[in-house]
């Protein structure tokens, strides 16, 4: 069963800045698309950051210019800068493949105060 950790959280005043990390336990991870989610309070997860195999990204236009995913295959980490951050990206970011395994990890917070 896949592992997923993510930390990097917190509290933050809008315009500022977060780096979160995940770290999975999967065999094949370098082959996997890996997408950061988040789930804003009472909203359905949403992709916010994409990385393919081989670095190539992908973004909706919500986080486009302010985050950037990266990944480390040979630690089987996956992290996402978050710059000019905004109230409205307070939630809880979680990392799964895309499409997502049925495992989730704890996910971690981030809040935004304006």
């Known amino acids: 069963q896949v592992q997923l950790v993510e930390s990097g959280g917190g509290l933050v005043q809008s315009g500022g800045s977060l780096r979160l990390s995940c770290t999975v336990s999967t065999e094949f991870f370098s082959s996997d698309i890996i997408g950061w989610y988040h789930q804003a309070p009472g909203k359905q997860r949403e992709v916010v950051a994409t990385?393919?195999?081989?670095?190539?990204?992908s973004y909706p236009d919500s986080s486009k210019g302010r985050f950037t995913i990266s990944r480390d295959d040979a630690q089987n980490t996956v992290y996402l800068q978050m710059e000019s951050l905004k109230p409205e990206d307070t939630g809880v970011y979680y990392c799964n493949r895309i499409p997502p395994w049925a495992n989730w990890g704890q996910g971690t917070q981030v809040t935004v105060s304006s």
């Open positions: 990385i393919f195999h081989g670095g190539i990204t």
